[in-house]
């Protein structure tokens, strides 16, 4: 069965908690290695990315999503669209957690508003 065509629009109210860099009341993200341009409007994560998302709305777009158990794996140009950001990445699994949902990945750029 084919859920998603070319884009897929997802909204998801989220909550959860982890440890490393916050650049937001409800997200936070931690990753092996960290650049972030001059102008600081873009970073990138790399290695073992793992954001989790607290007390927050996040819509997603990619080209593909699929559904395993518990979990929820979007691939293709995926975007991550929050209030003061984009992230972007190729492939994403969304697990949820005992207090909200995590997003692991390899790398992920976002782009600040």
């Known amino acids: 069965m084919k859920l998603m065509n070319r884009l897929t629009l997802i ?13 937001a009341s409800d997200m936070k ?25 607290a007390n927050g709305n996040l819509a ?9 158990k518990d979990k929820t794996v979007m691939e293709g140009d995926v975007e ?9 990445t190729q492939r994403v699994t969304f697990i949820p957690a005992q207090q909200g949902i995590i997003a692991k990945m390899d790398k992920v750029t976002f782009t600040y508003k």
Do not use: E
């Open 80 to 88: 991550i669209i929050l209030s003061n950001a984009i992230a972007k």
């Open 11 to 23: 909204t998801v109210v989220l909550s959860s908690a982890l440890s490393s860099f916050t650049f």
């Open 29 to 53: 993200i931690t990753a092996k290695s960290q650049i972030i341009s001059p102008d600081s409007k873009l970073h990138t994560y790399s290695g073992d990315v793992r954001i989790a998302f």
């Open 60 to 68: 997603t777009k990619s080209s593909q999503a699929s559904f395993q």
